[in-house]
């Protein structure tokens, strides 16, 4: 198919090409809902049988750090909104510093989700043979990040839910499934939106976007918008199981 | 079929889509969604074959009753393969990757799909998840059955489950992107007057499967990504050894490869709503129930998955609600059924070769569907549960209904497709050996798993080698009748008599470009005025002559 300035062959109109180029990303995430639809129900289910397991798992991670990233993600999120903005209303430079801004933040994200993996690689909570959720507890030498009165508290609390599941361990590694199996795939597609990101960008400094064709801004958008919004409902499952006590 | 007087001697086109350009690139770097079709039928062709020389030595092997061809570990390959190839790289993209992606467009006129690139991209993710899955199967095969049930796929298998699942999970994203593909473009492409009621009943159905393929596919992905990790890093969702759920894996697998049956048979409905009023020059009766009855099966067929779970230990109320659930399916798929009946009654038949399938689907989907409702019916599913019962009756769906409905539609659309007729006795001797052929194979079997034979055993008690060794003839019955199609097509792609531009005649909008069609499909964007499937009011047909030679219906209009 022949292609005319920005309106490919197939189409007759560019609103045509616009209106179709759009519904093809909305139905696109609705498939994304139904993919991350499915991990969800293994977590609620296995919440649900094992509460106080999924309680001790969420306690280990550091509420600091993923409130953090939830910031980060939010402003990211404005960043993008005001890229789309600026492309319809025609302001060039302004595109190009808001996805600058918008891969940024993303990068921040990706630089404290690697803190948080690693640490948890060191702590023994990556589930295999090695999985362990009393390491730190055990081997406070081992884990010099973790606060003594910290370790003090999680001692007590890792051993209340021992009573109450004397099978723990192996249910914190169906948490900590959840968690790795979660927020990997999150991860998967930001790594996958920074990508479309810095395409966007080389298309904006090149001065393609304007008011009447700026689609593939707000398509991507519509993408970063809904990844940010799986985190939003990551961050409660997976940090805010049992602290409100 | 009418008859023509003396036509005067017909030639391809100068210029259409399979002489735009030459050269290999120019079919793997194609965007044009006719090309990728044809690469499509050549790799399901491909995967069909490997799935029926599996089946032939399941077969083969089941001729003695202590099976004399295969090792018990070989035979639990050869099902599983058999499934794995058939379902997910044949019959699932069957139809709708080489017909739909071939008529789609040209059927709402449209110069393409709405993502000509995403189309392509398609086929080769087909392509690697099929990589994958060949692999799995040269490195020794798996032997997990197509359902890949933890925890036997994820812990205890020790044949080559990972590459297989990476294979199907991969091939997934294919489906997808073919739903997303044919929903946005029946939304947003469809020519001037092609209103939503006067689209042709495939595009509807193939509306509806869009619908499954975009709702069902991304569940499997995420549920064999999660065994996959399961079997290769230890995640622990479906492991019991960890408090992990195996029925959560049956629960996941069949909320997909239930409504996957309908991505099988939607698209072969839909083929049979067209050759129906075609071959009985009579307007399709009850358009409006057809095309509501093809989205009521996607939708009901996303809440009846746990009947293939029945005996799993699941509370009686819900299997009492699903299998209720079941039943209704039933409601829609008689609608179809009896508004097929219906157009052809009082109409002016003809018994082409696509009619001849259509007849043939009818009566075995008939068969197909309403044995399910013994499976659905909780009493009776459990003396039948995971027996030969249960084999007969999908295959009555899936190879009755729809290859039958995939072999009518290539015959009904290969003089568009390809420009040139295939031999017509021939033709129509193949179809009466596949029907044959068929019923031999799978009836006996309805028998068997009546009697208690179980599914999947590489022996059987000695009293049911009578019904075995009818189902092994039956089968080499079928293979003649598949190989016959293969050989004849492609002799008449090269050298069939050239069939002109609406050879039958149909009415469909695809009929009004030239055999094979332009790369842009159409000269100028044609503009539709008339209502679907109206053989009267279509001058540009060239039926008024025969009508006035009394070979109209002979009952009348309706």
């Not at chain 2, 939607?266 to 009855?293: C, D, N, W």
Request: hydrophobic residues 50%; neutral net charge.
């Amino acid at each position: 198919m022949h292609r005319t300035g920005e309106l490919y062959g197939q189409f007759k109109t560019l609103e045509q090409q616009k209106e179709t180029a759009t519904l093809g990303m909305w139905i696109f995430l609705i498939t994304e809902v139904m993919f991350f639809g499915g991990i969800m129900l293994a977590y609620a289910l296995n919440r649900h049988f094992y509460y106080p397991a999924f309680a001790a798992g969420s306690n280990t991670l550091s509420l600091k750090l993923g409130g953090f990233n939830t910031v980060v993600l939010l402003a990211s999120s404005f960043t993008m909104a005001l890229a789309v903005w600026s492309s319809q209303v025609g302001k060039k430079t302004l595109i190009s510093i808001f996805l600058l801004l918008t891969i940024l933040l993303g990068f921040v994200f990706f630089g404290v989700k690697y803190v948080e993996y690693s640490q948890k690689f060191h702590h023994h909570l990556v589930p295999g043979k090695k999985f362990d959720i009393f390491y730190c507890v055990n081997n406070p030498a081992s884990c010099p990040d973790v606060a003594a009165d910290e370790l003090m508290e999680e001692s007590n609390l890792l051993d209340e839910a021992k009573a109450a599941d004397p099978d723990l361990n192996a249910h914190a590694q169906l948490y900590y499934s959840a968690y790795f199996g979660m927020t990997g795939l999150h991860a998967l597609h930001m790594v996958i939106g920074a990508g479309l990101l810095f395409w966007l960008l080389k298309g904006s400094l090149a001065g393609r976007f304007t008011p009447q064709w700026n689609t593939p801004v707000d398509i991507v958008g519509l993408y970063w918008h809904f990844v940010d919004i799986v985190w939003i409902y990551l961050f409660p499952l997976l940090y805010l199981i049992d602290r409100h006590k | 079929m009418s008859a023509t007087a003396a036509a005067p001697v017909k030639t391809l086109p100068e210029h259409h889509y399979l002489n735009a350009t030459y050269g290999i690139r120019s079919w793997l770097l194609t965007v044009d969604h006719k090309r990728i079709a044809l690469l499509y039928l050549v790799s399901v062709t491909f995967f069909f074959f490997i799935g029926g020389f599996f089946a032939m030595l399941i077969r083969l092997h089941l001729l003695t009753p202590s099976g004399y061809l295969l090792s018990a570990d070989t035979y639990n390959r050869m099902f599983t393969m058999h499934g794995v190839a058939m379902i997910f790289f044949f019959l699932i993209p069957s139809i709708p990757a080489v017909l739909g992606n071939f008529f789609i467009p040209l059927m709402i006129g449209a110069k393409d799909l709405a993502f000509p690139k995403i189309n392509l991209l398609s086929w080769y993710v087909y392509v690697v998840g099929a990589a994958f899955t060949l692999y799995s199967m040269v490195s020794g095969g798996l032997d997990t059955g197509w359902t890949f049930y933890t925890p036997l796929s994820t812990i205890y298998s020790n044949s080559a489950v990972a590459p297989a699942v990476v294979g199907v999970f991969i091939t997934g994203f294919s489906s997808i992107l073919t739903g997303l593909n044919f929903l946005v473009t029946i939304h947003t492409m469809r020519a001037p007057g092609m209103t939503w009621f006067r689209l042709p009943m495939f595009v509807w159905a193939h509306y509806a499967t869009s619908i499954v393929m975009i709702l069902g596919t991304p569940v499997i992905a995420i549920t064999l990504a999660l065994a996959g990790m399961e079997r290769l890093f230890g995640l622990g969702f479906f492991n019991p050894a960890m408090g992990g759920d195996p029925i959560l894996f049956q629960h996941l697998f069949w909320f997909y490869s239930h409504p996957a049956v309908y991505i099988m048979i939607l698209p072969a409905m839909g083929v049979i709503s067209e050759l129906i009023p075609t071959f009985a020059r009579k307007q399709l009766f009850g358009y409006h129930f057809v095309a509501a009855a093809s989205l009521a099966i996607a939708v009901i067929g996303f809440l009846v998955w746990t009947h293939h779970m029945f005996l799993t230990g699941q509370s009686t109320y819900a299997a009492l609600a699903f299998s209720f659930l079941t039943f209704l399916v039933a409601i829609p798929s008689a609608v179809k059924t009896f508004n097929w009946v219906a157009t052809l009654y009082g109409g002016s038949i003809s018994f082409d070769t696509p009619m001849l399938y259509a007849f043939g689907f009818l009566g075995l989907f008939l068969i197909g569907g309403l044995t399910g409702l013994f499976l659905g019916c909780l009493g009776t599913d459990i003396h039948i549960h995971d027996t030969y019962f249960v084999v007969a009756h999908f295959h009555y769906i899936m190879v009755g209904g729809a290859i039958m409905g995939y072999l009518g539609g290539l015959h009904f659309w290969w003089p568009k497709m390809t420009g040139r007729m295939y031999p017509e006795w021939l033709a129509r001797i193949a179809a009466l050996i596949l029907f044959v052929g068929f019923n031999l194979t799978f009836f006996p079997q309805f028998l068997l798993g009546y009697l208690g034979m179980p599914r999947r055993y590489h022996v059987y008690p000695p009293e049911f080698q009578v019904y075995n060794v009818m189902s092994t003839a039956g089968a080499s019955i079928l293979a003649i009748g598949y190989l016959l199609p293969m050989i004849y097509l492609t002799w008449a792609a090269f050298f069939g008599k050239v069939a002109g531009d609406n050879p039958w005649p149909a009415t469909g909008l695809e009929w009004k470009t030239q055999s094979p069609p332009l790369t842009e499909n159409f000269e100028v964007t044609p503009i539709v005025t008339w209502e679907p499937y109206d053989f009267h009011n279509r001058p540009d047909l060239g039926l008024d002559a025969v009508a006035s030679n009394g070979v109209a219906p002979a009952h009348g209009d309706d």
